[in-house]
C-alpha cells in the first residue's frame, strides 16, 4: 500500500500541487498537439500512423460520444459519493448525505442537484490502482498502465481516448475526433497523458485554449489564417491544388494524390462551417448558459455538449485544483457546488436532446483520499498550518458514468465501513476503459505498435462492467 504525503508544501497557496510546482508555470508551456503542426501536416500523419499500424482498426459504426470531466488532483470519494456517516468523525468527515431520487442512495449535501437525478446516472465505488503518486495515478486512470512517477513522469503509452478516436474517426465531417477544453493536461503536464504518445502527435488532443466563460473566448488553430475570407482561402487552395497536378505528373507513389484528400480535410475544418459553429459559445442562449453555471467548468462542459452534438468523438473538460492535503472544507465549499449545477445540467440537458442514450459522461480524478482526515498540518513551522484535509489514496475512489447505454439509478461496488478499500465487486482503471471501449463500439482487444515496433494492446486487464447496462 503506497500513500504520498505531500502535506509538508506550503499552506499558504493553493494555486500549485503538492510536488511544489506552480500551476502558472505549467501554462506557460507551449500548445502541444494541433496547435504545433499545420493541419494538413497532423492529418497525413495520422494516415501514414494508420497505415503502419499492425493491427487493422476497423472504424466504430455505432453513433457515440464520451465527455470526460478529470477532476485534477484526486477528489475525496468520501465527500462526494462514497460517504460513511456511521464512521468515526475524523474518517466521515464534515458533511453529511442526502437521500437521492433512487431509494438506497445517498450522496453529499453539497450535490442537491444531482440527488434529484440520481436515476439518470450510476456511480462506481470501487475502483482502485493502489498508488497514491499523483503522476502514477494520472498514467493508470488514463492510459490503463503503470511504469511512471513523480520521479518519472514522462507518459509511456497513449490515453484510451487516442486510441479510441485513431479507431473511430470524428462522427462528423468537418469535426476534430478528439477535443480538450480548455486544455489537455494531466497533474500539470500538457499534454500529459490526454496524449497520443506512440500513436501520434496527430492523435493528441485538439485544444481550445482560453476561458469559456470568458466573453472574447475564441478557439485558437480555427479562425481563419491572418484574416483571409472564404474566398481567398478557396483562392489559395486552388493554387495549391494546380501546383499539385502539375507535380502528379512526375509522381508514381499517389502520396500527392492522398494529400489532396487532407488538404481537404484540413480545408473543411478551417472554412467549414460545422466546427466553427460548435465551438461558438455566444449561440447558446442566455438561459442555458446560466443554467450550466457561469463558471470556467461549467462553461466547458457546455462546450463539450456542443461538440458531441455536432460530432466530436472524445471530448475532455478539465477541472484543477482537488489537491487538498488541507483547508477541505473551503475548498469543497467552493468547488462542490459548481460540479453539481453543471453535471446536472450537462445530463439533463443531453437527456433533453436526444443525446444521453449515445453520450457517455465519466468525472473521476488519479485518486481518492485519505479516509482518516490530518490536523492540516497543526504544529508544524510557522505559516505552514491549515484546517484539515485528506492526503493521496489510490486503493478507492468513485467515478460517475451516466449516457451512451449506461443505466442509472445504480451503484456498482462499495468499500468498507471506512472507505479504504474496495469491499464488493473491486474493479480497476482497465475496467472503466473496457467499458468505454464497448460504448464507442471500439474492440477492446485493439493493439498498436509502440515506438519499438512491438504490437501493444491498448487495454491489458480490463473487461466491461456489464452491470452498468
Excluded at 71 to 81: E, Q
Excluded at 262 to 285: H, K, P, T, W
Aim: net charge neutral.
Amino acid at each position: 500500500m503506497l500513500r504520498i504525503d505531500c502535506r509538508s508544501a506550503s499552506r499558504t497557496s493553493n494555486s500549485r500541487y503538492c510536488d511544489g510546482l506552480s500551476r502558472r508555470s505549467f501554462l506557460q508551456v507551449g500548445m502541444a498537439g494541433m496547435g504545433s503542426l499545420g493541419l494538413a501536416d497532423l492529418l497525413r500523419a495520422k494516415a501514414a500512423a494508420a497505415a503502419s499500424s499492425t493491427t487493422a482498426a476497423k472504424s466504430a459504426k455505432r453513433d457515440t460520444s464520451v465527455i470526460l470531466i478529470w477532476l485534477d488532483g484526486g477528489p475525496s470519494h468520501l465527500d462526494t459519493y462514497d460517504m460513511k456517516p456511521d464512521a468515526p468523525a475524523e474518517y466521515r468527515g464534515l458533511w453529511s448525505p442526502i437521500a437521492t431520487n433512487v431509494g438506497g442512495i445517498e450522496i453529499s449535501e453539497l450535490f442537491p442537484r444531482q440527488a434529484k437525478i440520481a436515476d439518470k446516472f450510476s456511480i462506481i465505488r470501487s475502483i482502485h490502482h493502489d498508488n497514491g503518486d499523483h503522476f502514477t495515478g494520472g498514467h493508470y486512470m488514463l492510459t490503463g498502465k503503470g511504469g511512471v512517477s513523480g520521479a518519472a513522469n514522462a507518459g509511456k503509452h497513449p490515453f484510451i481516448g487516442a486510441a479510441a478516436v485513431k479507431v473511430t474517426g470524428a462522427r462528423r465531417p468537418g469535426m476534430p475526433p478528439h477535443v480538450a477544453v480548455p486544455h489537455a493536461m494531466s497533474i500539470g503536464l500538457r499534454p500529459g497523458y490526454f496524449g497520443g504518445h506512440y500513436l501520434g502527435k496527430q492523435y493528441d488532443p485538439f485544444d481550445t485554449g482560453g476561458d469559456p466563460n470568458a466573453t472574447s473566448f475564441k478557439v485558437q488553430n480555427l479562425s481563419q489564417i491572418n484574416g483571409l475570407d472564404v474566398p481567398r482561402l478557396q483562392n489559395r487552395r486552388s493554387l495549391l491544388s494546380s501546383f499539385d497536378r502539375l507535380r502528379r505528373d512526375i509522381d508514381g507513389s499517389g502520396a500527392l494524390e492522398a494529400a489532396d484528400r487532407f488538404q481537404a480535410e484540413a480545408y473543411e475544418l478551417v472554412a467549414g462551417s460545422r466546427a466553427i459553429e460548435a465551438f461558438d459559445l455566444s449561440r447558446e442562449n442566455e438561459k442555458t448558459r446560466e443554467r450550466y453555471g457561469r463558471h470556467s467548468w461549467a462553461q466547458s462542459t457546455l462546450l463539450a455538449r456542443r461538440l458531441v452534438e455536432a460530432g466530436s468523438t472524445f471530448v475532455t473538460i478539465h477541472s484543477g485544483g482537488w489537491d487538498h492535503h488541507w483547508n477541505l472544507q473551503s475548498g469543497y465549499l467552493k468547488n462542490l457546488p459548481i460540479i453539481d449545477q453543471m453535471v446536472a445540467a450537462l445530463i439533463e440537458d443531453l437527456d433533453e436532446r436526444g443525446l444521453l442514450d449515445t453520450t457517455m459522461v465519466v468525472m473521476c480524478g488519479e485518486f481518492g483520499r485519505t479516509p482518516k482526515m490530518n490536523d492540516g498540518g497543526n504544529g508544524g513551522p510557522p505559516g505552514s498550518m491549515g484546517t484539515p484535509g485528506r492526503d493521496h489514496w489510490g486503493n478507492a475512489l468513485s467515478v460517475l458514468v451516466a449516457g451512451g447505454g449506461i443505466q442509472g439509478g445504480r451503484v456498482i461496488g462499495s468499500t468498507n465501513a471506512r472507505g479504504e478499500r474496495p469491499k464488493d465487486h473491486p474493479l480497476t482503471p482497465g475496467d472503466l476503459h473496457a467499458t468505454i471501449f464497448d460504448v464507442l463500439g471500439v474492440d477492446k482487444r485493439i493493439a498498436f505498435n509502440d515506438f519499438s515496433g512491438r504490437p501493444t494492446a491498448v487495454i491489458e486487464h480490463g473487461e466491461t462492467i456489464r452491470e452498468l447496462f
